[in-house]
């Protein structure tokens, strides 16, 4: 079993700043990119942010310069700092992990429940 686990979801005033955070947990071989998708009301799931095991990183335009995404790979984690928050940007944050659960096995992608994230005007 894998578990992808978020938290550091809430509301917050235009303006503000919310850091997410993801472990993944249980029995794998091996993690390759950890990332993060949105979606709002009404709005398929779109990319926020992923990064490689390698340090590769890919921000939606829609939030570049405003959302740092970063992880550790000695914790299994993946955290997602937000900064300059928009009212936009409200929607619930699903962290995703690709990984192989054994050596030379398919990988595959894993998701988390999500965390509401709510900004204000």
């Known amino acids: 079993q894998v578990q992808l686990v978020e938290s550091g979801g809430g509301l917050v005033q235009a303006g503000g700043s919310l850091r997410l955070s993801c472990v993944a947990s249980?029995?794998?071989?091996?993690?390759?990119?950890m990332g993060w998708y949105r979606q709002a009301p009404g709005k398929q799931r779109d990319l926020v942010a992923d990064?490689?095991?390698?340090?590769?990183?890919n921000v939606a335009d829609s939030v570049k310069g405003r959302f740092t995404i970063s992880r550790d790979n000695a914790k299994n984690t993946v955290y997602l700092q937000m900064t300059r928050l928009e009212p936009d940007d409200t929607a619930v944050y699903f962290c995703?992990?690709?990984?192989?659960?054994?050596?030379?096995?398919?990988?595959?992608?894993?998701w988390g429940q999500g965390t509401q994230v709510t900004v204000s005007s």
């Open positions: 249980g029995s794998f071989f091996r993690i390759y990119t």
């Open positions: 995703y992990a690709r990984i192989t659960r054994v050596e030379r096995g398919s990988w595959r992608n894993y």
């Open positions: 990064i490689s095991s390698g340090d590769t990183i």
